[in-house]
C-alpha cells in the first residue's frame, strides 16, 4: 500500500521543487493552453528562422514576402533563402506589389497614420523609439506605401495576421534582416 503512494507523492514533490523557479517568474495561467505573454518563453520565436532551398525566380537579394505562408523570404546564392516568421495583416488589410526599402531605422518612432487613427482613435499620436514601441527593434519602410517590414514586442503574433497591413517579425529576426540588407533592396510582397 505505501509504494501505492509512493509513486504519486514524489512526482508531486519533484513537480513543486520543479516550479520553484518557476514560480519566481510571472506566471500566466493562459500560458499553460496557449496565448499568455511566457507560452513562448522569454520572446523565444515561435517560428524560427531557417536556410531552405527556394526555386523563385528573384536575383540573391530579394526580399520576397509570402503572405499565404506567413513567411519572409531572403533569396540568397545557390538556389537558397532564409526563411522568416512573419505576421501579416488581418483580413481586409493584405496587399501585394514590388517595391523598394526606401528607409531603414533602428528604434523607430511610431507615428500612427490617419486610416489607422480613424479606426482606432484610441491610440496615442506619436510614440518614440523603444520597448513599448509596436515597431520594435528595427523598421524598413516599403517605398511610399504606409507599410514596413518591422519589430514586434508581441512574439506570439508571428504567423498569425492581425497587424493592418505591416509584416512583422520577432526583435531578432528583423535586427538579422536589418543587417543583411540595404536601401533599394527589392521587396516583392505575394498576396495568395
Known sequence: MIRFFAAPIAA?????????????????TRDIMGGGPNFFRSGANPVPRTTVIYNGNYAPGTIVVNTGERRLYL???NGQALRYGI????????????????????????TPPSQMLARRPD?????????????????MYL????????????PETIGQAVS????????????????????GTTVVVLNN
Not at 505576421?87 to 511610431?110: C, L, N, Q, S
Not at 491610440?123 to 523598421?139: E, Q
Not at 504606409?146 to 508581441?154: D, F, P, T
Open 12 to 28: 508531486i514533490a519533484l513537480l513543486s521543487a520543479m516550479a520553484g523557479g518557476v514560480l519566481a517568474e510571472e506566471f500566466d
Open 75 to 77: 533569396v540568397l546564392q
Open 87 to 110: 505576421g501579416v495583416g488581418r483580413d481586409g488589410f493584405r496587399w501585394g506589389g514590388v517595391h523598394k526599402i526606401t528607409a531603414k531605422k533602428e528604434w523607430p518612432a511610431w
Open 123 to 139: 491610440l496615442p499620436r506619436h510614440m518614440k523609439g523603444g520597448l513599448d514601441n509596436p515597431l520594435g527593434a528595427r523598421a
Open 143 to 154: 517605398g511610399p506605401t504606409l507599410y514596413r517590414i518591422h519589430g514586434s514586442n508581441e
Open 164 to 183: 493592418s497591413g505591416c509584416f512583422r517579425m520577432t526583435n531578432e529576426d528583423v535586427t538579422d534582416l536589418y543587417s543583411r540588407v540595404a536601401v
